[in-house]
């Protein structure tokens, strides 16, 4: 479990904190540097990283003044070089110095590569002893179990920012672990939360990534849609706060502003709300344990007027129930899921699937998954990314039997 607030604090120094962004091009990693660059005098970035946007990764490292940025895609390197010439900036590309950039000594990092890829680093800086501010929750999805005993043996501190978690890592502030009954995930309820069932199949990628509340990257917008997203942070829950899946629900809140609620056995119910903007969670994580201004909108309750909730739709969000079902199979479950919703989604966003297709194509892969010896929880970083590649293999297999047959399904 997360270390409760108030569990070993130390207070933040007049030093500047050491801070590592992984993944800081996406939609976390501008947050993350519009906060860096606001308090340059309070925050040294180390390093910086991407896949291969070279253009915006050698702008975020000028910006920030990072001693170093890598772009994990090599043939990028040579653009990124001529990129930073000039600057000091030390330059690299590939996974070993994607791994060597998250093994470097520093006070945090910030853990926000996107998907199953960012497992790998985020393990990396965990072993080098680094505190994690984790966006990344395929980490848990993936490898959640061993992840959290790696987290245990190398007593690192782990700093939940997916608004729905860090909202549950406020709240439960209020009480011990001990006294909780459940706690309570919030979600939009996505573009199509209005939408009759029977017009799903008519969603079109450009739909499905406009969320009405978030900016997020394509790949969670779509999971947002589908909840999928939220029935994957059901099971990054279970491992950040050692709670049993029946302690978890889920509720539908299109206003976006609870963002979490911790139950207690005394009947009280305590929330955290904020405005919908990533960079307050973001601002938590980096400032720990001390709170300091965030540049964001006032949070205007009588503005807003009205806060409505309501049970998520078993029949239009299906993919809510199979992460549920995942959780309940095991660690390999979980791993599979994950592998099988990003081909899934990949094809979706490629138009080569419809949209019902991307729960109904990971579930047809949970279920053949089923049927393999698969071992019940992951024993070590390789055999999480070995039963990963195993996922996508099965998915891209299943995509003969959706719509068209993908050209080139194994770049999916």
């Known amino acids: 479990m997360v270390a409760p607030i108030g569990t070993d604090v130390v207070k933040v ?9 992984l993944g800081a091009t996406g939609s976390i990693g501008a947050s993350t540097v519009d906060l860096l660059k606001r308090y340059p005098e309070r925050f040294a970035v180390e390093a910086v990283t991407a896949n291969r946007d070279v253009k915006t990764l050698a702008k975020v490292a000028t910006d920030v003044g990072a001693k170093r940025a890598v772009v994990a895609d090599p043939s990028a390197y040579r653009e990124l070089q001529a990129a930073l010439a000039g600057t000091g900036i030390a330059s690299s590309a590939g996974a070993e110095a994607l791994l060597d950039a998250a093994s ?8 926000a590569i996107v998907g ?8 990396a800086a965990i072993e080098a ?7 990344n929750k395929e980490c848990l999805v993936c490898a959640g179990t061993m992840f959290m005993q790696a987290v245990a043996r190398k007593d690192v501190r782990l700093l939940p920012v997916d608004s729905e978690h860090n909202a549950i890592f406020q709240a439960l502030g209020a009480g011990g672990a001990d006294a909780v009954e459940k706690i309570i995930l919030t979600a939009s309820g996505g573009p199509f ?6 017009r799903l199949s008519e969603a079109t990628p450009d739909q499905a990534t406009h969320h009405p509340k978030w900016s997020m990257g394509k790949k969670i917008s779509v999971d947002s849609s589908t909840l999928l997203n939220k029935g994957f942070e059901l099971i990054e829950a279970k491992h950040l706060f050692d709670l049993a899946a029946d302690q978890i629900e889920v509720l ?6 609870v963002h979490g609620l911790v139950v207690y056995r005394d009947g009280s119910v305590i929330s955290q709300m904020s405005v919908t903007d990533m960079r307050v969670p973001l601002a938590f994580c980096l400032w720990w344990p001390e709170r300091r201004n965030a540049p964001r909108k006032q949070l205007d309750l009588a503005a807003l007027g009205t806060l409505t909730f309501e049970s998520p739709d078993p029949v239009k969000f299906p993919g809510l129930q199979l992460a549920r079902r995942a959780l309940e199979a095991g ?9 099988a919703n990003e081909v899934a989604v990949g094809a979706f966003l490629m138009g080569a699937i419809a949209y019902p297709d991307i729960v109904a194509l990971s579930d047809r892969v949970l279920t053949t998954a089923g049927t393999k010896n698969f071992p019940s929880e992951m024993g070590s970083l390789e055999e999480a990314l070995v039963l990963d590649g195993e996922g996508r293999r099965m998915a891209r297999e299943a ?3 959706f719509g068209d047959i993908v050209q080139h399904k194994e770049t999916i």
């Open 13 to 21: 120094g007049a030093s500047p904190k050491r801070i590592t962004v």
């Open 104 to 111: 470097r000594p520093v006070d945090l990092v910030v853990a």
């Open 116 to 123: 199953a890829a960012g497992l790998a680093p985020t393990m």
């Open 129 to 135: 002893g680094s505190d994690i501010a984790l966006a």
């Open 193 to 198: 939360r209005d939408w009759p069932v029977d």
């Open 252 to 257: 539908v809140h299109p206003q976006s502003i």
């Open 331 to 339: 660690g390999w479950a979980t791993n599979v899921l994950n592998a």
């Open 399 to 401: 995509l003969d039997g």
